[in-house]
């Protein structure tokens, strides 16, 4: 049902540095690129996962982003890739029914 998602980063290079560094833990990789700068992510041929600029309001919003993953290896391969890169663990991976 859901096309793509985009979120608005203030700092889009660091945060392109980041979802670089986790995306390709699950086979994800930058697709498409814009001036502004705005970066399209996914599992070629389409993007479906957009970062770009802040363009409304101030700081964080706060949001739950789920990605698949093809197994558990990869899970864990993504989660330790984003806590190297500096992102703060509410918890550990787990299996949600």
């Known amino acids: 049902?859901?096309?793509?998602?985009?979120?608005?980063?203030?700092?889009?290079?660091?945060?392109?540095?980041?979802?670089?560094?986790?995306?390709?833990?699950?086979?994800?990789?930058?697709?498409?690129?814009?001036?502004?700068?705005?970066?399209?992510?996914?599992?070629p041929p389409m993007p479906d996962f957009w970062i770009g600029p802040a363009t409304t309001g101030n700081g964080f919003r706060e949001a739950h982003i789920a990605f698949s993953a093809p197994d558990r290896a990869a899970v864990d391969r993504f989660f330790e890739a984003g806590v190297s890169a500096g992102a703060e663990p509410l918890h550990e991976p787990r299996v949600w029914p």
């Open 1 to 43: 049902m859901l096309d793509h998602l985009s979120i608005q980063c203030t700092d889009v290079a660091a945060s392109a540095a980041f979802y670089d560094a986790v995306l390709s833990t699950i086979g994800g990789e930058r697709i498409l690129e814009y001036p502004g700068p705005t970066i399209g992510y996914g599992v």
